[in-house]
């Protein structure tokens, strides 16, 4: 195990948690608008497990990563990126995956959306599956699978 690893490996779990405490960000430019006016999108998971991060939302970037992002209604497009932390962590022996995906969706004023991801790149040969559903109606808006075979990013030790 080098020192870089576990540097590396620190950073990461803590831009994750981080990332989870910020609160809802706003991805429109003005003055904050009334919950009926806008759609939240919510990202999910653990920040020692899955999760579902948004990187950006209709072309602003947030640094570090958003769990939950308010938008206008209309189509939407927000970069997500589904992140496995596989492994034994107070072991340090800890793999990383991440994955990015685009989403575009129509937003409806009023209604909050919840990204779920299902799978794991350690666990499961099976394609990992991430869903965008309006929590208002149960409806799923967006779908997607990802290749368990193809992570674009990973940190081992």
């Not at 950073?11 to 809802?24: Q, Y």
């Not at 640094?63 to 340090?92: H, I, W």
């Not at 799923?140 to 081992?156: G, H």
Request: proline share 4%; charged share 25%.
């Amino acid at each position: 195990m080098t020192f870089r690893f576990v540097v590396t490996a620190i950073v990461l779990s803590s831009s994750l948690i981080i990332s989870g405490c910020i609160g809802s960000q706003r991805a429109y430019e003005g003055i904050s608008r009334a919950p009926e006016e806008i759609a939240v999108v919510k990202g999910s998971g653990s920040p020692t497990d899955e999760r579902i991060l948004i990187d950006v939302a209709d072309g602003k970037s947030f640094n570090p990563s958003v769990t939950e992002v308010e938008v206008l209604p209309g189509q939407r497009k927000l970069t997500v990126r589904y992140v496995d932390m596989a492994g034994c962590f107070l072991c340090l022996n800890l793999k990383t995956y991440s994955y990015s995906e685009v989403v575009v969706f129509d937003a409806k004023a009023g209604h909050t959306y919840q990204f779920h991801g299902e799978g794991s790149w350690e666990d499961r040969p099976e394609p990992i599956e991430l869903r965008l559903i309006d929590t208002e109606t149960n409806e799923v808006v967006w779908q997607t699978e990802i290749d368990s075979n193809r992570p674009t990013y990973i940190i081992t030790n």
